[in-house]
């Protein structure tokens, strides 16, 4: 089972860059042990590049005390967990290991494997795409489903799409289905690529 992060702040995400600048200008605010100077920090990567910050409905928190730990969460469009809660889409560059999953916001209970490897089955369907069934990993609290392949990956492809459909079926059988409006997804993974090394040109 995977681990939740928690959230200590929102920054503004900064539009495309040169990809090495970029990353250098990240791994700069990663190393600044101050919460205040490191948000700063990155409050002055728009400028200092001459990018023109947009707003959009991504958000980038860092995990307290790990600054080089960086998720980035989209909530859903359409479709609310129990007791009218958000449905989230995240990603995050966590222990130099990029992440994705749904934080579906309720119990889900599971489908199979065993403890700690549980899993859930999640459909999810890319634009006009044919829908995709797969056993994705639970958190340790069963709330949450991990894409079960590197996160990168998925990152990649819904960056060349306008729109996430998600579908699960919690164990008391009332299906939840959630859409997300993909617009701005690479701009706002751009640091998460960065922190891990990787980027979307392959």
């Known amino acids: ?71 980035i969460s989209l909530e859903a469009v359409r479709g609310r967990a129990a007791f009218d809660r958000p449905i989230l889409l995240i990603a995050r560059c966590r222990n130099d290991t990029t992440e994705m999953f749904i934080h579906w916001n309720q119990f889900l209970g599971q489908d199979g494997g065993t403890l700690p490897d549980l899993w859930k089955e999640v459909e999810i369907k890319l634009d006009d795409g044919p829908a995709e069934r797969g056993e994705w990993p639970l958190s340790d609290i069963q709330e949450a489903t991990f894409t079960p392949e590197w996160g990168g990956r998925l990152l990649r492809r ?40 990787w980027s979307f040109d392959g």
């Open 1 to 71: 089972m995977r681990w939740l992060a928690g959230i200590v702040f929102a920054a503004a995400l900064p539009a495309k860059a040169d990809e090495a600048a970029l990353r250098g200008a990240v791994q700069t605010c990663l190393g600044i042990e101050s919460r205040l100077d490191r948000l700063e920090c990155y409050d002055a990567i728009s400028p200092r590049f001459a990018i023109a910050p947009a707003q959009s409905a991504w958000r980038m928190e860092i995990e307290p005390g790990s600054p080089n730990n960086i998720t």
């Open 158 to 197: 819904l960056s060349e799409s306008d729109r996430l459909i998600a579908r699960i079926t919690p164990y008391d059988g009332e299906p939840l289905e959630a859409e997300f409006a993909l617009t701005g997804l690479e701009t706002a993974a751009r640091p998460i690529a960065a922190a891990c090394g």
